[in-house]
């Protein structure tokens, strides 16, 4: 079954009146027909809901969905991508632990390492992912590596295959967001990725909620005497994590995701494959344009010209994602350039059917000092695209007539 026949056709109970989609169940708590079924519900004894932030069947939906798509036996989801991140990593981990991460990461994400840095949580910061920068940082204290398979806005994109495998010779889970790579590009479980985390609010949905969401595929054994808290889960078997997750943090912290927000995403996912397949057609003829317009020098993973073409190729059958970036020469032409732009909206987002772009240096990365900036691959005169699935002439056209004023005071 190919991507597109999944999407709209993965295994689900029928609903009881033949709605097409889960409906929303926009309720708080569910009745039970005597006290002795509802402790059942609560003892994970027999299936059914009870409470909204514990389960729901929208959100059942989506999770079953996801985890289908994804290639994992379940999945958790969140009220954002933040906290999918989040809860990932603490389920995991605790004070004194440490994550090795790229530098290049979503700008929102290295924020939160250096608040769990109160929490006794260190992270050490690599350029990119790679075999040759891992293996000499990692120790008895390394919990969890983590990456972006393809970095926002850095564009780096990583190895999967050769890192998992380093990883896994020292048990060490790798733990992928791919939010801007989505299963259109890969499937990071059959690389040797651990955990996925999503931030769907982006590709997944397609741009119209907030959620995010966790999918573990339980092939990873978490050793009790480095994961102590997963002793207590081991009677779930490969379901440990999900089970450690669920029963513990992430009901506790109530980070949940809304009803509406799941039929939001089970919405936005029954186009995610045609909406990925346009959006990487455009951003490639975009990326090609730019670069052979030659005024503004352009980023895009998929172009011949990018040092990640060949694995892209490999890890992705050549597709690049939806995300490009250029520099300007300097931020006032980069503003310039930005305000000149017809069909591009000015918005801090990815994944979103129309054209988003936005100055990462003033905005996301506004609380990073220029190191921080530069080892992500922002700079003052960098422009993130988020291409969207205009008709791309279009998109060639006021691209164009942007540079073409780009110089004007
Ligand atoms: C947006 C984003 C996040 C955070 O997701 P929210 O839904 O905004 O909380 C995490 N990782 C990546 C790669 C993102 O693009």
């Given at each position: 079954m190919g991507l597109n026949t999944a999407l709209l056709h993965p295994p689900k109970e029928k609903e009881p009146c033949g709605a097409t989609l889960t409906p929303i169940y926009q309720v708080?708590?569910?009745?039970?027909?005597?006290?002795?079924?509802?402790?059942?519900?609560?003892?994970?004894?027999?299936?059914g809901f009870a409470y909204t932030r514990i389960s729901n069947p929208?959100?059942?939906?989506?999770?079953?969905?996801?985890?289908?798509?994804?290639?994992?036996?379940?999945?958790?989801?969140?009220?954002?991508?933040?906290a999918a991140v989040s809860m990932a990593l603490l389920n995991i981990l605790e004070s004194g632990d440490e994550i090795i991460a790229s530098a290049g990461l979503f700008g929102g994400t290295i924020d939160l390492f250096r608040d769990l840095e109160a929490f006794g949580i260190r992270t050490k910061f690599v350029a990119h992912i790679t075999t040759e920068a891992l293996a000499p940082l990692l120790t008895e204290?390394?919990?969890?590596?983590?990456?972006?398979?393809?970095?926002?806005?850095?564009?780096?994109?990583?190895?999967?295959?050769?890192?998992?495998?380093?990883?896994?010779s020292h048990h060490i889970p790798l733990i992928a967001d791919c939010t801007t790579a989505t299963p259109y590009l890969?499937?990071?479980?059959?690389?040797?990725?651990?955990?996925?985390v999503h931030s769907s609010?982006?590709?997944?949905?397609?741009?119209?909620?907030?959620?995010?969401?966790?999918?573990?595929?339980?092939?990873?054994?978490?050793?009790?005497?480095?994961?102590?808290?997963?002793?207590?889960?081991?009677?779930?078997?490969?379901?440990?994590y999900l089970a450690k997750l669920?029963?513990?943090?992430?009901?506790?912290?109530?980070?949940c995701l809304s009803p509406m927000n799941a039929f939001l995403n089970l919405i936005g996912m029954e186009t995610l494959g045609l909406r990925m397949e346009r959006l990487c057609d455009n951003a490639l003829a975009l990326a090609q344009f730019l670069e052979h317009d030659g005024r503004v020098t352009v980023n895009y993973p998929a172009l011949a010209s990018s040092p990640y073409a060949a694995l892209v190729?490999?890890?992705?059958?050549?597709?690049?994602?939806?995300?490009?970036?250029?520099?300007?020469?300097s931020k006032e032409k980069a503003f310039r350039f930005v305000n000149r732009l017809r069909y591009a909206a000015i918005a801090t987002n990815i994944g979103d059917v129309r054209t988003l772009v936005i100055h990462p240096s003033s905005t996301i990365y506004a609380h990073s000092d220029t190191q921080q900036k530069e080892a992500a691959g922002v700079y003052d005169?960098?422009?993130?695209?988020?291409?969207?699935?205009?008709?791309?002439?279009?998109?060639i056209a006021d691209f164009r007539q942007a540079i073409d004023h780009i110089e004007e005071e």
């Open positions: 708080s708590a569910f009745e039970h027909s005597s006290a002795e079924q509802l402790e059942k519900v609560f003892h994970n004894q027999s299936g929208t959100v059942d939906a989506f999770e079953k969905k996801i985890a289908y798509i994804e290639k994992g036996i379940g999945a958790v989801a969140c009220s954002s991508g933040m204290r390394t919990k969890a590596v983590f990456c972006e398979i393809i970095g926002n806005p850095a564009l780096d994109v990583v190895d999967v295959k050769s890192v998992a495998d380093l990883l896994h890969v499937h990071a479980f059959d690389l040797g990725a651990d955990i996925v609010s982006k590709y997944i949905n397609g741009g119209n909620a907030i959620s995010g969401v966790i999918v573990d595929n339980g092939s990873f054994h978490w050793d009790e005497t480095r994961y102590r808290g997963s002793a207590e889960y081991r009677k779930y078997g490969k379901f440990a669920r029963n513990g943090l992430w009901r506790n912290m109530g980070a190729q490999s890890q992705f059958g050549g597709r690049g994602g939806a995300i490009l970036t250029l520099r300007t020469g005169d960098l422009i993130r695209v988020s291409v969207g699935i205009e008709d791309v002439q279009d998109l």
